[in-house]
């Protein structure tokens, strides 16, 4: 991950669920000092309490323990953050509110500036669940008062979850959202249903959850090391007249083939961030 710029105070990670802690533990490896990071989860998960014991980082420690943040990584579940954030104000400078960063989805950037006020630094961060083993994606949108030190502040935070990609709005947040947020669930449901044809075709069903597993999985790898073009590797691998073509001819259908259904899906999942975005002003 990217070196993590120093900071004035300490850094304040209001939530230790699964996001929460892949961060934790991205940002220990990464060797910033324990003694700077402050803990608030009154339930963090077992492997937050284990990194947090043997760091000795403060655990849900008054505001006078602690001193200022100078970063605000908010993770906590969206429909609790309200509740969650009421109690954060005496914990920030008096001069101004730290940088805000934030990794809830549908909690827009707006919804951060009612509690810390109009000219409020807000990074508003979408990851996906390939996060918890380093591997996601995370697109951000930062508010016009985020200045360029402060975005990459959150851009090295960020990266303890893997690759951090930058939008110009954040408008373009839902369709973020829609692509990669929601996106390892389109994969895992591609293996399932890979899976179920071939049980249809005679394989036993361990087989064949095997065979689609394995064949997903590697071809993602396979994808992420070659650095070429999917389409590239698609047609590398379809011979004219073969059974790759064969299957080809119905998942690239102009009616209702794969590309279809899938622009359908990210459609539905980009409008449906959008009516929970709504719900976060």
């Not at 064949?215 to 590398?236: K, N």
Request: charged share 20%.
């Amino acid at each position: 991950m990217n070196a993590i710029p120093d900071m004035e105070g300490s850094l304040l990670l209001l939530g230790a669920g699964r996001m929460g802690t892949a961060m934790l533990r991205g940002w220990l490896t990464s060797g910033m000092p324990a003694d700077r990071i402050v803990v608030l989860d009154p339930a963090p998960s077992e492997e937050a309490l284990r990194l947090i014991g043997e760091a000795g980082i403060a655990l849900n420690p008054s505001p006078e323990e602690t001193g200022p943040a100078s970063v605000l990584v908010a993770a906590v579940k969206p429909q609790v953050m309200d509740e969650a954030l009421s109690g954060i104000a005496p914990r920030l400078p008096g001069d101004g509110p730290p940088l805000i960063l934030s990794i809830a989805a549908g909690r827009t950037i707006a919804s951060f500036k009612r509690h810390f006020g109009g000219d409020a630094p807000v990074v508003r961060a979408m990851p996906n669940t390939p996060a918890a083993i380093g591997e996601g994606i995370t697109g951000f949108a930062a508010s016009p008062e985020v200045d360029e030190a402060q975005k990459a502040l959150a851009r090295a935070l960020l990266s303890a979850l893997g690759e951090v990609v930058e939008v110009a709005d954040e408008s373009l947040i839902d369709a973020v959202t829609a692509v990669s947020g929601s996106g390892p669930a389109y994969v895992f449901l591609l293996a399932e249903c890979l899976a179920e044809a071939g049980v249809r075709q005679g394989l036993p069903a361990d087989l064949a959850a095997k065979l689609a597993q394995a064949t997903v999985s590697g071809a993602g790898a396979l994808l992420g090391a070659s650095g070429e073009d999917p389409a590239a590797l698609r047609r590398a691998v379809t011979s004219p007249g073969g059974t790759t073509a064969a299957a080809l001819e119905v998942l690239m259908d102009d009616a209702d083939g794969l590309c279809r259904l899938m622009e359908r899906a990210v459609a539905a999942a980009a409008r449906r961030s959008r009516e929970l975005a709504g719900d976060g002003k």
